[in-house]
């Protein structure tokens, strides 16, 4: 059984950072493709930044271009989304998530469905 759980969350000031964390149990840490997803007030669930199993691939969302930075520690299962110069709309709650049976897909980020597994979220709220 696949649990994730999202911590790291918080509330910053425009132009501070956060650093996310998704613990993995089961086969998600060492096996599946992963990705950070967020949905913000009024706005549909996108995929934020996605990771390659073996951390080979990473892909991002043209927001989070050049802010964002996935990595993920296979060891410890565990999946990191570093996001520095945080913008208001940056503002929502963020979701880690596992492709089951995918190593590793170009553009899975942009497919949510093909997402099986899935955290609580955790909230950033980003104020100007």
């Known amino acids: 059984q696949v649990q994730l759980v999202e911590s790291g969350g918080g509330s910053v000031q425009a132009g501070g950072s956060l650093r996310l964390s998704c613990a993995a149990s089961g086969d998600a840490g060492s096996k599946y493709y992963m990705g950070w997803f967020r949905h913000g007030w009024g706005n549909e669930r996108e995929g934020v930044a996605g990771?390659?199993?073996?951390?080979?691939?990473?892909e991002y969302d043209d927001s989070a271009k050049g802010r964002f930075t996935i990595s993920r520690d296979k060891a410890n299962n565990i999946m990191y989304l570093q996001m520095n110069s945080l913008k208001p709309e940056d503002t929502a709650m963020y979701y880690c998530?596992?492709?089951?049976?995918?190593?590793?897909?170009?553009?899975?980020?942009?497919?949510?469905?093909?997402?099986?597994?899935w955290g609580q979220g955790t909230q950033v709220t980003v104020s100007s």
């Open positions: 990771i390659c199993t073996d951390g080979s691939y990473v």
């Open positions: 998530a596992a492709a089951r049976g995918t190593y590793c897909s170009h553009g899975l980020l942009h497919y949510p469905s093909n997402f099986a597994y």
